[in-house]
């Protein structure tokens, strides 16, 4: 069948958001994916997955980049991290371009990892964040680079949707 083209789709983080802001989200018929939480049965969301890996799978799907360009940074002490890792590993991203350091805690760590990835050859061209703390400092580090966002680095993430609807990031 035909699969309906979406600007992106709506994650919502276990901790997020409840069935009445699924009920919202299903009358505007957002897709979304709900990670380890299961939405009631009448909720109709064009995708729904119940894990991290899953639900970090379809946005890497959503950037429509090669996987040899997609980089990551998955922070060990984050709850989404280890399903960043797995789903990056299904989708094909190399392992060199999936940054495993514990990036939630400054932003000098953010940029010290998107030194390391941006100095890589070819550089990702997209950036999948496991929460929203980790893609504010990215998005930051990218402009005080002069980085363009999105022409240049795609970013995306999980986490707090009012920030990331305020950048314009899926």
């Not at 002490?77 to 280890?82: D, F, L, M």
């Not at 299904?90 to 760590?109: H, M, N, Y």
Request: net charge negative; glycine share 8%; proline share 10%.
């Amino acid at each position: 069948p035909a699969r309906e083209e979406n600007e992106g789709c709506v994650i919502l983080p276990p901790y997020e958001g409840g069935e009445e802001y699924l009920r919202e989200l299903a009358a505007e018929r957002y897709p979304v994916v709900a990670l380890d939480k299961a939405p009631d049965s009448g909720y109709d969301a064009p995708i729904v997955s119940l894990d991290y890996a899953g639900g970090f799978g379809v946005l890497l799907e959503s950037l429509r980049r090669p996987p040899t360009r997609i980089a990551a940074l998955a922070d060990p002490q984050h709850s989404a991290g280890p399903g960043v890792i797995r789903a990056c590993r299904a989708f094909g991203v190399p392992a060199e371009r999936v940054l495993v350091a514990p990036v939630q805690s400054s932003e000098t760590a953010v940029s010290q990892a998107l030194d390391r990835l941006l100095a890589q050859n070819p550089a990702p061209d997209a950036l999948v964040c496991p929460s929203s703390g980790v893609l504010l400092k990215a998005f930051s580090t990218l402009r005080a680079r002069g980085i363009r966002i999105p022409e240049t680095v795609e970013l995306a993430g999980a986490g707090n949707l009012e920030v990331l609807a305020n950048l314009g990031i899926p």
